[in-house]
Structure formats: C-alpha cells, structure tokens
C-alpha cells in the first residue's frame, strides 16, 4: 500500500507534487472548483512570489495564482 | 431575404474574446453602457456574405469574460443576464463560445454550461498554434459529435480559422444536440416549479435561476412571478451553494472524460517558454528590476514623445486663431470663436498624443500577459495597504485617467478592497494634471541637467511618485477605518506570454481616445466657453463705466493710446464675473500664495484639471492683445505681482500650484464615475472631502516654508 502524507496546498514546497484531496471553506471551494481545482486532480506549485505570497500552481492545463491564505482551505496528498 | 442576427461572444478571460471580436467587426463597433450597470458593452455591426450572395447582417455583443454562469461581481452578472434571461433584448440568437485550446479543460467547463442551457452555439478553439507547438492534439470532429454543436480550430492572432467562423454562421443553426448533465434529476421539483412559472429554453436554465436568486430582480419578469420563485426555492429548502457545487464537480467528471476521448496532451509545463520568462519577471530581484524600468520607461517616453505631437497640435491651433481673428471682423462672434471655442477645442485636442501612447503602452502590458504578474508580485505589497494585487492595475491605469481605472476596479471581488483603490486611485498623476505640471514647471523649474538628467524631468518624476505615495498612504489609513464586509479574494490566471498584436492595441487606443474626446471632451469645451462668457462679461454697466472713464480728456492727456487699451482691458477682466468670483476666494486662498487669477483658475479646476491651462490661456488672452503671438508660459512669466514687484510665479507658489494640483479631487468626470460606481453618493463626498482637504493643507505648508 503506498503510504500518503496530507498537508495544505499552503505548505507544499516549490516543484513537489500533489493530488488534491478536500478543502476546509465551502464558500471559497466553489470558486477553486470552478478555476479547475477539483479533488483528485494532480498539482504542483510553479513558483512563489518574491516575497513569499501568492503562489502559482499548474492545475488543469494552466498557471493559476492564489494567495496563501486561499491555498491554506485545500487539503492535498503528497505524491512520493 | 435579410435578417438582422443577434450573436454573442462568450468565454474565459485571456481566450482572445475580444481579438474574434475584433476580427468580425473591425473599426464598425461602438462602446456603451449596459442599463443600471457601468459595464462597458462592447457592439460591433458586419455582414456576412454567405456564398450564394445573401447578406445577413448581425450584431455581435462581446460579453465580459467570466469562468462561469455563477457571478462573482457586478461585470460577471451580464452575461448571466443575457444568456439565462430569455427575455433579456440582448439574449442572442447564436452564442460563440471562444476557448482558449492550451487550457482546455478549463474553458470547456463555461463551453458545458452554455451548452446546457440549449441556446444555439458555435465552439471556437483558440491558440491552436501554440496548442501544435506543445504537443497537443485535438480531435475536433470527435469534440464537435460528443458536443452536439460545431467546432471550429483557429489561431485568432493570425486569423487562422476566422473564414470557417464565419462561413459556420451562416449555416443553419440549431439548439445543441447533446447536453452534459441532467439537472431534472438534480433538482427535480424546483425546475418543474420553476419551468412552469418562467418561459426558459432548459431545465438548467431553470436551475441556474433557483441558484441565482438574488440575480433574477433584474429579469424581464412581473413581480408576483418572481415573488412566486423565490417561494418555490424556499419550499424545496433548496440548497444553492451544495447544488453549485454539485454540478461543478459532475461537470468537470464528464468533461475529464471527453478530453481523454478527444485530447492527447504531452505539454511539458516547465519546458514552455513562459515558465523561463517568468523565471526572469517574477524573480526576487529582477523582477522588481524590470518592473520599475517598464515604468522609468513609459513615464519618460510620454514626456519626451508626445512633445512632438503637441508642440504640432499647439502650432496648428496658433495658426487657426491668427487666421480666424484676421478673417472675421473683431467683435463679440470672433472673441467668442478665437478665445471660446478655439481655446477650449485645444485644450481637449492636446491631449490626445499623451493617452494615445499611454494607453499604448498599457495595452501592450496587458496583451502580453505582463500585467498579471505586475499582479502577482505587487500583491503581498498592495495588500499591507488595504490594495488588492488587482488594484496595480487600476493604479496605473490611473495614470492616464481616472475614469477608466475606476471602472477597471470592477474585477476586484473584494468590496473593501474595491472601495480603497476606488477612493485612491484619483490621487495617482492623471494625464489631464500633465499639461498643469508642464506648464508650471516650465515656468518655475529652470531647464538645467542635474547629474546629466534633465532637472524638469526629474521634477515631473518626482510628482509622479508624490501621487503615488499619497495613494498608498491614503489607501493604508482607509484601510483601518473601512469595514470589511466579506474575505479577501485573489485567485489570477497566469496567461502565457504573448506577442501582442498590433491591431487590438490600436482599436484599444481609438476606444480610449473617443471615449476621452467625447466623454472629457464635452466638459472641457463647454467650460471653456461658460469661461469665456464670465471673462467677458460684468454685473451691470461696468465695462462701459470702464471706458467711459478712460475717454476723460485728463487720462487722453496723460497715457498713450495703447497704454489706454492694455488698462481697459486689465480694469474689465477684475471687473468681470470671473474676476469677482476670483477675488471673492483670494482670502481662502491666499495662505497658499496665490492671487485672485489663479483664483479663477482653480474655480474651474474643479471641473476638470486640464481647464486651468485653458483658463489661463482665457485669462491671459483676453487681458492681452488677441493677435499676440506670445504663448501662455511668456505672458505668465511676465507677470509681476504688484504687492512685491517679484514675478508672481516664484519657485514657492509654482510649487504650492503643483501640490494643490497633486492632491485636490478637481475632476466632475471621475466623481460621476465613483459615484456610479459605488451605487451612492457617499464615497464620492467623501473623496472630494479628503482629497481637496488634503491639498489645501499640502499647499500651504509648502509655500509657508518656501516663500521668498
């Protein structure tokens, strides 16, 4: 069985790959639904602002930039 | 047989909307305002010839772009309206729904829900090119079955595929065949209900109105009708956001689906050459690097660049008064002609080479990609200061005019974040202050290079950031004392990098110039003729008291004829209604150091900024002989004020001039704007309040410190 380790998208480091798992903010998970951000879907973080925030993800096909606290409602599983 | 088609163009921002748009209409389309919004729309008029020589004529709306049918903010309601409102008068005979091809998933996902709604539609596959450059491939016959509608390949920039657009309009088009979901089974009383009550092509168009609740009051629907509706959701106890949320995951289920049938993607994100331009632009230095160099330049090309065209504008408006106050007979017609109409004219026409190439630099950030990382690294900045990375843009829209970087604010979700950059994007340097500090800096700045750079130069940088600056302070004490309704919002699309297209930076700066020449324009010229009225015009008897005093044998005796002509004409402008208002303010405004002229002058600033060149211009010429060939910069040099037989423009009140003009809210346009925009008079009062105090109290401090 291979072993998963959840964390937020928040604290996922640069380049490290992930699948998304659930978010904790329903209001705001419809909009990250909307943007393409569906469980299940695979994620890695492109690059983090210079000065620490927002990120930037590739999610379905593109670049997509959040601020870190948006990052911090989506749940994901690390990809070993 | 003709027939008037109504089209609409539909898709994600940054999938080359608007160069379809464009493309089908060209020069042939008009800018207006949606009714009870401040959304731009966007109308172009063609005829398409189809092959056996009939005309059909179309209009084509380009709707704002959005990532779905769920509005987010005010500009994202149009499209709801339009699209789910069958009785909306835009609802559009055919919908093309524009896809950007390398980012497909996405943008199938808006594709999905037009579709379900069955309104006629034509799929348009964008960026094909770059599409083959990474690798993709898509199956656009199998796309176009499994969707039910047509499906048409094209590269918009290079106008690839624009001719099947347009061949596939004139086809005869039908409801889309297929649909995604079946929303009976979602929510199957509430789209009976609601199907029963309103007349809509779809059950998901029934859905989406038990969704949007708080959006049907502007359906073309009786009262008891939407009354009955919102009954029907609160009945079903209707479960809006689990619904939404629902369909959004079943959606892109089927969509996943269909790109594994139709789409063989190996795009290697990091290989693209966007992800190493953004290694460059958004880098912890660099980027910061290049930014500011994006902006030295701009700044610096728009002083330099746009003198030429001008000084020509100036030369050719010279050439006009001499020959017109030649030609006609002096009089009250030619006076109102040279120093009315003419003045006014020029005072709008001198404009247009400075937002002509601001917002061609603008336009080029933006159609590049450039400005949404100027986003993306500014944001954590901005929002120290209650900003929104979002409000960069506004800010330096803002540059140019405040007008349209307020109604830009309109992506910002944030509310309060929205209101801020609303409130302060006035204080950034707008293009109708330039010719205020060109003028006041040619007059008191002398023209030396200081460590090689030009020292006017610098001192127009300087106010620039002094603009800039105020901003942001602003913006950081509106931040503590304006409640927040709702969250923070960001979330940006990173676009690929793109050559920009020459075309669409043109069309956007026509749109810009019209609507300044039209909108600003009107205002300027109008107030430049009420000016000239009040210049030239006295309570009472005055000006002939004036010359009949000047007629006595004493005077005749003393003064020669011109000294006679030049005293009249001093004695009638202080006398005249300008004068009196002016010299009704002077005591309000003298702490500032300035006299009873500019007095006037700031009277009518309060219109618009750019008027106190026109008004000095006024002022001047008609304090002076109407032939004189002397530009306004001369004749205010040579103006000594009489209590210190100094020349009345020294360095402290050119300076205090140039704060005042900085600071104060003196723009009857942008005021209008806020007000529209903020749904209420309040923050525009509020505006005005803050910022003209705030200029009052700047000015003064400068010339109590700098005066001579």
């Given amino acids: 069985m291979v072993k998963e380790t959840t964390c937020l998208l928040s604290e996922l480091k640069r380049g490290q790959e992930a699948v998304i798992d659930s978010f904790t903010d329903h209001e705001l998970s419809l909009k990250l639904l909307e943007m393409g951000c569906i469980p299940g879907e695979q994620i890695h973080v492109t690059r983090i602002a210079p000065l620490g925030d927002p990120i930037a993800i590739w999610v379905s096909g593109y670049q997509l930039s959040l601020r870190k606290d948006e990052a911090a409602t989506v749940r994901v599983r690390i990809v070993e | ?708």
């Avoid at chain 2, 003419?342 to 190439?357: C, D, E, K, T, Y």
């Avoid at chain 2, 130069?457 to 800039?468: D, Q, T």
């Fill in chain 2, 1 to 708: 047989m003709n027939r008037k088609l109504r089209i609409a163009l539909v898709g994600n921002p940054n999938s080359g909307k608007s160069t379809v748009f464009n493309a089908l209409t060209g020069l042939n389309q008009k800018v207006a305002n949606f009714p009870g919004v401040t959304v731009d729309k966007h109308i172009g008029f063609t005829t398409f010839v189809s092959e056996n020589g009939e005309n059909v004529d179309a209009e084509i709306i380009d709707l704002p772009g959005i990532y779905s049918l769920y509005p987010k903010s005010p500009d994202e309601q149009i499209p709801f309206h339009i699209l789910c409102d069958p009785n909306n008068e835009l609802h559009p005979d055919l919908t093309i729904i524009i896809a950007d091809g390398t980012n497909l998933k996405r943008n199938l996902f808006l594709c999905s829900q037009v579709v379900d709604l069955k309104i006629p539609v034509i799929l348009c596959i964008n960026m094909i090119d770059i599409v083959k450059i990474r690798g993709a491939e898509i199956d656009f016959a199998k796309l176009s079955e499994k969707l039910g509608v047509p499906v048409i390949p094209m590269t918009a920039r290079k106008s690839e595929g624009m001719d099947d657009l347009r061949k596939a309009i004139l086809q005869p088009y039908s409801k889309p065949k297929n649909y995604f979901l079946d929303f009976r089974s979602f929510a199957p009383g509430v789209v009976d209900s609601i199907r029963q009550v309103i007349h809509v092509n779809s059950d998901y168009n029934a859905f989406l109105v038990a969704n949007n609740l708080e959006l049907i009051s502007n359906f073309d629907l009786p009262e008891n009708k939407k009354q009955q509706i919102l009954r029907i959701d609160e009945e079903a106890g209707f479960d809006t956001k689990q619904m939404q949320a629902k369909e959004t995951l079943e959606r892109y289920k089927v969509i996943s689906e269909l790109m594994k049938e139709c789409v063989t993607d190996k795009s290697e994100e990091k290989k693209s050459n966007s992800y190493k331009i953004d290694n460059i632009l958004t880098h912890r230095f660099w980027g910061y690097i290049i930014f500011l160099l994006v902006l030295f330049l701009v700044f610096q090309a728009i002083f330099s660049w746009a003198a030429y065209p001008m000084n020509a504008v100036d030369s050719a408006f010279r050439w006009m008064n001499e020959s017109i106050s030649h030609a006609l007979p002096a009089g009250i017609l030619n006076d109102l002609i040279v120093n009315g109409i003419l003045a006014g004219l020029n005072g709008v026409v001198i404009f247009i080479p400075q937002i002509a190439l601001l917002f061609f630099f603008i336009a080029i950030l933006e159609d590049t990609g450039y400005m949404a990382r100027v986003s993306f690294i500014m944001d954590k900045l901005m929002r120290k200061f209650g900003l929104n990375g979002k409000s960069v843009i506004p800010l330096m829209s803002g540059v140019a005019c405040a007008v349209p970087a307020i109604m830009s604010t309109r992506t910002i979700q944030n509310r309060k974040e929205r209101i801020i950059t609303i409130l302060v994007t006035p204080l950034m340097s707008c293009s109708a202050r330039l010719p205020v500090y060109t003028l006041l800096i040619a007059l008191v700045i002398p023209d030396h290079k200081l460590f090689g750079l030009n020292q006017q130069g610098l001192v127009l940088m300087g106010l620039y950031l002094i603009g800039f600056l105020a901003a942001i302070s602003a913006a950081w004490v509106l931040k503590t004392i304006i409640k927040a309704k709702e969250r923070s919002y960001f979330m940006l699309e990173l676009p690929l990098y793109r050559v920009p297209r020459w075309s669409t930076i043109g069309l956007h700066i026509i749109e810009k110039v019209k609507i300044f020449l039209f909108d600003a324009g009107k205002i300027i010229i109008a107030i430049s003729i009420v000016l000239w009225v009040l210049a030239s015009f006295a309570p009472g008897k005055t000006f002939q008291h004036i010359e009949e005093k000047y007629r006595q044998p004493e005077m005749v005796k003393s003064f020669s004829q011109d000294e006679i002509d030049k005293k009249i004409k001093s004695e009638k402008l202080e006398s005249s209604y300008a004068g009196v208002m002016g010299r009704v303010i002077e005591p309000v405004i003298k702490p500032l150091g300035y006299d009873w002229k500019i007095g006037i002058a700031l009277i009518t600033s309060f219109a618009a900024r750019e008027v106190f060149v026109g008004t000095m211009s006024t002022i001047y010429s008609v304090g002076d002989n109407a032939a004189s060939k002397l530009t306004v910069k001369d004749k205010m040099l040579a103006e000594i004020n009489p209590s210190t037989g100094l020349p009345q423009y020294s360095f402290a009140v050119g300076f205090s001039l140039m704060l005042f003009y900085a600071f104060a809210m003196q723009c009857v346009s942008t005021i209008a704007v806020v007000y529209r925009e903020t749904k209420g008079i309040k923050w525009a009062l509020i505006q005005i309040f803050f910022m003209s105090g705030l200029a009052y109290l700047a000015s003064m401090i400068a010339y109590q410190i700098l005066k001579p």
